[in-house]
T-cell receptor
């Protein structure tokens, strides 16, 4: 069964600190992996998308890495800000496009002053 | 651009009532998705349209759920009759190319 597991479930960090969120998946075949940020009460917003051949991709202070061999991805947040407080969702797709995707249950990040 | 528009933003109804959720995708986007999000199950894809045609509705939980897209700028998700277990946040999203844009969601509570 295709699964996407994220860890930790929740995380509290001090403003200005870095953090890394993890995503392990068993989806096969594999086409791409996306990270979304979801603020409370809002829809998810795409941060990065990586295909099989990409190892890393950055979007400002967000850097995602992908190891397709071990089926692991991480999202690293540098110099966290209060506005980074949100849920971060890892999504894996077996094909190009958005159908048949498998969602992780997310990591809830809280950045405190 | 206003982004993906959903209405209503909140809906409270009683078990057995019909519920209709509405979505206006971003102009020019040719794919539209309906998702449901709950604490227990996270995000789940319900149905996906491409060029107004339903492509995959395997995520629709049961016959009580139906979705239509009569034109490129409007879609509805209907639940009839509604049940308390349908309580969730329902998102509509549209895509063109690689990026998907979500609406703000409709928070549904069925009593």
């Amino acid at each position: 069964k295709n699964q996407v597991e994220q860890s930790p479930q929740s995380l509290i960090i001090l403003e200005g600190k870095n953090c890394t969120l993890q995503c392990n998946y068993t989806v096969s075949p594999f086409s791409n992996l996306r990270w979304y940020k979801q603020d409370t009460g809002r829809g998810p917003v795409s941060l990065t998308i990586m295909t099989f051949s990409e190892n890393t991709k950055s979007n400002g202070r967000y850097t995602a890495t992908l190891d397709a061999d071990t089926k692991q991805s991480s999202l690293h947040i540098t110099a966290s800000q209060l506005s980074d407080s949100a849920s971060y969702i890892c999504v894996v797709s077996p094909s190009r496009g958005y159908q048949k995707v498998t969602f992780g249950t997310g990591t809830k990040l809280q950045v405190i002053p | 651009d206003a982004g993906v528009i959903q209405s209503p933003r909140h809906e409270v109804t009683e078990m057995g009532q019909e519920v209709t959720l509405r979505c206006k995708p971003i102009s020019g986007h040719n794919s539209l998705f309906w998702y449901r999000q709950t604490m227990m199950r996270g995000l789940e894809l319900l149905i996906y349209f491409n060029n107004n045609v339903p492509i995959d509705d395997s995520g629709m939980p049961e016959d009580r759920f139906s979705a239509k897209m009569p034109n490129a700028s409007f879609s509805t998700l209907k639940i009839q009759p509604s049940e308390p277990r349908d309580s969730a946040v329902y998102f509509c999203a549209s895509t063109r190319g690689e990026t998907q844009y979500f609406g703000p969601g409709t928070r549904l509570l069925v009593l």
